[in-house]
């Protein structure tokens, strides 16, 4: 197993900042073994929302409000990696 714990970007940072931090992510999280599981622990400093039925392979159904900037980015990294096997 392997256990990553990060701190994203704030939704006040530019978006240099916010690609660099999920360029890092994704680099990272593609760098671990495929026969590992990953635990993604952090502060992302999102809004995921509560449309289940786009991001059905990503959230529940309890989700609150709508999705910020931050949580888009969020749920496009998760839905990528979703699919890892």
Do not use: P
Not at 11 to 20: C, F
Not at 50 to 76: C, D, P, Q
Request: proline share 0%; aromatic share 10%; net charge neutral.
């Amino acid at each position: 197993m392997t256990v990553l714990t990060v701190y994203a970007s704030t939704l006040t940072s530019d978006q240099d900042s916010k690609d660099h931090f999920y360029d890092t992510l994704c680099a990272t999280v593609r760098s671990v073994s495929r026969h590992d599981k990953i635990t993604l622990l952090g502060d992302f400093n999102a809004r995921v929302g509560s449309n289940h039925h786009v991001w059905k392979e990503v959230i529940g159904r309890y989700g609150l409000g709508n999705a910020n900037s931050n949580g888009f980015r969020l749920l496009n990294l998760c839905s990528e990696f979703d699919q890892r096997s």
